[in-house]
């Protein structure tokens, strides 16, 4: 018992990392992003609620309709809230998911980017021929009734009577009689006031003209047309067949009079991976009557073949033929058998065709060289090279390659020729995909424009080209000269790249008004259109697009409060300083409390800042007078002559400041401490945003004064369970009966 609680103690720490992994599969927030999260700027949350792209009313709309407070985001939402708290809660981050956003510090979910082309690595282990599965297996795989035929309603009028069946024979007009029967072992029914009749193998259709003759003869109104009859089967009789060969689970089945060979083999689990599935035989009284080719139901629905099976009945699958793995660049890729006479090309057709990425110019034929070929060394394989030809007037619709309907017919070849390749049995068929960008003849463009990145290189391609591809300039481009860095002829010297400076001019802008003119931020001049000569680009050439000097759109901060002219201004210099911004929105108020200001930074997600805008205002230029950074903001409050008293405490209440008052003063107006006060723990959070607490110096205790607006917090101590002395009782009596006991045993 003791070993294993240990055991149990040392798997308990595993818990959390075992909830963390499974929270990161159900999809949710990174545990590395939520912690951000919680520590992030009121800016930096901002930023992440607007990703949502959702107006304050529907995220209130959004945020109740997912059971949370419609007011959960408000001190986010509102341009004046400067004051919003650092970091987010655990039920704002619950709101976050409920608006559709995702809980990384960027504000996106993680998700793996493709460059656009499925990279050969990938390929090879997506399309990896020992990966393979056989084609057409799964289909048989489901553990399902559907397959089932159905042992009730209509038949065919080809369905044929046999033993077992049981039918009702309906008589209306002159007559109104209904009869049910059943076909005997023999083959027989009795029908009354007609006799017996032989019905084993009739159709329908002959079994309802056999009825016609034989009522005729009992009922006048047959033949007079007065009486009509009707019959129909109730319930078909189940048919003994055999299901053999390479089968999933051979043997006997009892099948539905109307099942046919599919229907025996979904019984049977279908064809194994050696069993064929374009040669399924249906033998009769020892005679093949029906030959299935699976591919022709798998790959176009055609059940033409698919008889319906009778009493006896074997369904044989034999071992596979030919088979021959298509793996690679496409459709469906997988192991086809194949039947004598198919090439390379039906194979491909049999997969779907190539897809969009495949390489249209070469195709790889792995073979195992046959046994009186082989010679000793290596393993016996081959790779025969198939080279492709593009050939557009091939079309296996005709010529003008429409389907019927006058749209455009897929071709699942691509316009590819495939020379007449006849396949061996064990050949893997590899269908290479296009060469991606990392491995082919490149580009690259970095620096002022949209689309900084890789792009494919071809004959002639000059720089403007490649501008074009990065979709232009931004605002802020130096288009006078840009930097070209070119691999070198000559490495002997360990020389990485030839860096070159080429011309440019304006005719590469590309935001221009209807006269031509180019709209965009001003700065230095460029050459006039037409004046740069066009620059050919080499493979594996960098070009870096400049950003004009000392270029910079607006810095923007917020001052907001008891100011003349509160509101969002544009920063004029790098060196504008607090007091400079004060000044611009006009001035305090005489309403205003600077004492009570409150300074945030989003940069770097510094938070508040501590600042004394009384020293800043009356010192300019001082070193508290802090240089101002985007994003900065500035919040100064009403003067609120109060102290507000909360807590354990009596009475929580705001009480009028006073100047020479102390601490005890303000909590004695509240109607002193409470019962579970923890008076070593009170605290005093200014106007200003900044806070003290109560502490002692050896015998000394020294306690923060107030200010006006100050809020006086006096936190409770905690609550301790209550003293079970019945409990504490019975075990002093256990200690003590047990001592006397020892102390009784040692006496004799």
């Known amino acids: 018992m003791r070993r294993a609680a240990l055991t149990t103690l040392r798997l308990v720490p595993a818990a959390p990392l075992v909830l963390m992994l499974c929270g990161r599969l159900l999809g949710q927030i990174p545990p590395a992003a939520q912690i951000g999260l919680q520590r992030a700027s009121p800016d930096e949350i901002r930023q992440h609620i607007a990703v949502a792209g959702l107006t ?366 006849a396949l061996m049995d064990g050949d893997s068929v590899v269908v290479d995909w296009v060469t991606t960008p990392a491995r082919s003849l490149t580009v690259s463009i970095v620096g002022m424009v949209q689309k900084p990145g890789t792009y494919p290189w071809h004959e002639g391609m000059t720089l403007r080209d490649l501008v074009a591809l990065a979709r232009g300039p931004v605002v802020g481009v130096d288009l006078r000269e840009a930097e070209l860095a070119r691999l070198p002829a000559d490495r002997s010297g360990g020389q990485l790249a030839q860096a070159m400076r080429v011309p440019l001019d304006s005719s590469y802008l590309y935001e221009r008004d209807l006269a031509g003119e180019y709209q965009g931020a001003a700065g230095v001049g460029f050459p006039p259109a037409g004046t740069a000569p066009e620059v050919r680009l080499e493979p594996y050439d960098q070009v870096t697009i400049f950003r004009q000097p000392e270029f910079e759109l607006q810095r923007a901060v917020q001052i907001t409060g008891e100011l003349a002219y509160p509101g969002t201004f544009a920063l004029t210099r790098k060196d504008e300083r607090l007091s400079d911004l004060v000044r611009r929105a006009g001035g305090l108020l005489a309403t205003a409390h600077v004492r009570g200001a409150r300074f945030f930074r989003a940069q770097d997600g510094a938070g508040r800042v501590d600042i004394e805008l009384e020293r800043v205002l009356e010192r300019p230029g001082d070193r508290t007078d802090v240089i101002l950074q985007p994003g900065d903001s500035l919040h100064v409050p009403e003067y609120n002559p109060t102290v507000r008293v909360e807590g354990a405490v009596n009475t929580p209440v705001s009480v009028l400041f006073q100047e020479e008052a102390g601490l005890d003063y303000y909590v004695k107006n509240a109607g002193g401490y409470g019962r579970n006060a923890d008076k070593g723990r009170v605290s005093v959070r200014y106007a200003n945003g900044a806070g003290a607490t109560v502490g002692r110096f050896l015998m000394f205790r020294t306690a923060p004064k107030p200010g006006p607006g100050s809020v006086v917090t006096v936190p409770a101590k905690p609550e301790r369970e209550p003293l079970d002395v019945t409990a504490l009782l019975g075990n002093l009596a256990q200690i003590i009966a047990g001592t006397v006991a020892i102390v009784v045993l040692a006496t004799r």
């Open 56 to 421: 304050p009313d529907q995220i209130r709309r959004r945020l109740q309709a997912a059971g949370l407070p419609a007011s959960l985001f408000d001190q986010f939402l509102e341009p004046s809230a400067v004051e919003a708290q650092l970091g987010l809660t655990e039920q704002q981050i619950r709101g976050l998911r409920a608006l559709g956003v995702a809980g990384t510090p960027d504000g996106l979910e993680p998700f793996p980017l493709d460059a656009g082309l499925v990279s050969g690595a990938q390929a090879a282990q997506k399309a990896a021929p020992d990966q393979l599965e056989v084609f057409g297996l799964n289909l048989f795989r489901g553990r399902s009734t559907l397959f089932q035929p159905v042992l009730s309603g209509p038949v065919p009028a080809t369905y044929r009577l046999g033993p077992g069946d049981e039918l009702v024979l309906v008589l209306t007009g002159d007559v109104e009689l209904v009869h049910e029967l059943q076909v005997t072992r023999e083959g027989f029914i009795l029908v009354p006031q007609v006799g017996q009749l032989f019905v084993n193998h009739l159709t329908m259709e002959q079994f309802n003209q056999l009825l016609q003759r034989r009522l005729g003869r009992s009922y006048s109104g047959i033949r007079s047309g007065t009486t009509r009859f009707d019959v129909s089967i109730t319930r078909l009789r189940t048919n003994q067949v055999f299901v053999i060969g390479e089968v999933v689970k051979p043997g006997a089945y009892q099948l539905a009079s109307v099942a046919t060979a599919l229907n025996a083999l979904y019984a049977a689990g279908g064809p194994t991976e050696r069993g064929s599935l374009r040669e399924v035989l249906v033998r009769r009284r020892g005679q093949a009557v029906e030959t299935l080719d699976l591919y022709d139901y798998l790959l176009r629905g055609d059940s033409e073949h698919d008889i319906v099976l009778e009493q006896g009945d074997v369904v044989f699958v034999p071992l596979r033929g030919i088979q021959s793995s298509v793996s690679g660049a496409v459709m469906r890729p997988a192991i086809y058998e194949l039947t004598p006479g198919e090439s390379l090309e039906d194979v491909l057709r049999v997969s779907g065709g190539l897809r969009a990425e495949a390489d249209l110019k070469r195709i790889a034929v792995h073979r195992i060289v046959p046994g009186p070929e082989r010679a000793p060394g290596p393993a016996p394989r081959v790779v025969v090279d198939v080279a492709l030809k593009l050939d557009w007037s091939d079309r296996t619709d005709g010529s003008d390659g429409k389907d019927g309907n006058g749209g455009r017919e897929r071709d699942p070849l691509r316009g590819v020729a495939v020379p007449p390749v």
